[in-house]
């Protein structure tokens, strides 16, 4: 018998042997007049010919199968002590591998994961990326959503024009803990797309977009570079005024984030001459990707629409993305848009912390 790691390892004839009705059975058929070796033919040979002899013998001298410990293996790893030391170094010290917990405490990692998920509960969760959000962050936040929902209507806020930046580049979307390729081997998983490739410098584009209870506007896409006022007011705000007036007539409101393009006070004034009503500077709270559409939901709608096994060219990836947005639905649109009221109401319930 081999002992790994603490762990005692025992045959599978070894565990169905002890159980409880296997022992009646011995011992009906002895007092029936069955000798041992019927009795291990009878039983198939799931309890051994030494075995059996062994519960003969105790039923002769005291009327019972009586064993010294109890069926199946011993726990020699998932003991009380064991348990309670798990907790405590993970009260100790949140973030911790079951491979170097196994190592410290000299069990296998196996046991580890028996007493994390069985014993105590626990699952493991990935760490979500957010934005540090200070006190005084937390306020503005709180302060533009009482505005927000103070001064719009639900209806009204579908009648407002969401904008964002992002970047895309060739190497496309790629999650290291969801994507799986399930295989018999690691040569076939390879063989069916389980390699992800990326360039050290891979070729990217700006992209800005506007998204309202309508749809989509046209993308602006900047092919070099990234994006300043000049740009910005040249390229971006026109094709907002004229996208956005088509879409939602003459009474509309314009959201941009605080990028630096964005509060230039070119930009500020050319948005005050032009558009209908936009949210100024002053009132959009800074570090709130929570509340664009766009960042907390519709990008990855887009990204998850595109087919990046055929995108290999910047002209490729230009002319994926324009039929993304053609192909996301209104629907979801409008819901992601809907979203914004319900975020606002959960800003002023915790106070201004992040709406995942």
Known sequence: MTVIQGEKSCSNN?????????????????????GPTKIYRDLAGVVSLRTIKSWIKMIDNTGAISLSSPPGCSRT????????????????????????????????RRSIQRILKQDLGYF?????????????????????????????TKDEINWWLFSDEKFFDL???????????????RAEADRLGGI??????????????????????????????????????????????????NMLGDRWTYQQDGARPHTHHL????????????????????????????????WNELATTMNWDQITTKSILIKELKQAVK???KEKILHSVADFTIRLRQI???????VR
Not at 129 to 141: A, D, F, M, S
Not at 348 to 354: A, F, M
């Open 14 to 34: 070894s565990e169905k042997m002890k159980s409880v009705d296997i022992q009646k059975a011995v011992k009906i058929k002895h007092e029936n007049g069955d």
């Open 77 to 108: 790893a998932r003991t009380k002590a064991n348990i309670l030391k798990v907790k405590t170094r993970l009260e100790r010290k949140k973030r911790i591998s079951t491979r170097k917990l196994a190592a410290q405490m000299k069990i296998s």
């Open 124 to 152: 493991p969760y990935k760490k979500i990326k957010e934005p540090r959000l200070t006190e005084l962050h937390k306020t503005k936040r709180v302060k533009f959503a009482n505005w927000v929902l103070n001064n719009y």
């Open 171 to 185: 190497d496309g979307v790629y999650n290291v803990q969801n994507d799986r390729i399930w295989a018999p081997s």
């Open 196 to 245: 992800h490739e990326r360039t050290k410098f891979p070729g990217k584009i700006m992209v800005w977009l506007g998204a309202c209870s309508e749809g989509f506007t046209a993308p602006v896409i900047f092919e070099e570079g990234t994006m300043n006022a000049d740009k910005y007011i040249k390229d971006v705000l026109p094709i907002a005024l004229r996208d956005g007036t």
């Open 267 to 298: 930009s500020q004034k050319w948005c005050e001459d032009h558009l209908p009503a936009f949210i100024p500077k002053d009132r959009w709270p800074s570090n709130s990707p929570d509340l664009c559409p766009l960042d907390y939901s519709l």
């Open 327 to 329: 192909k996301v639905s």
């Open 348 to 354: 002023l319930k915790t106070g201004g912390d992040y």
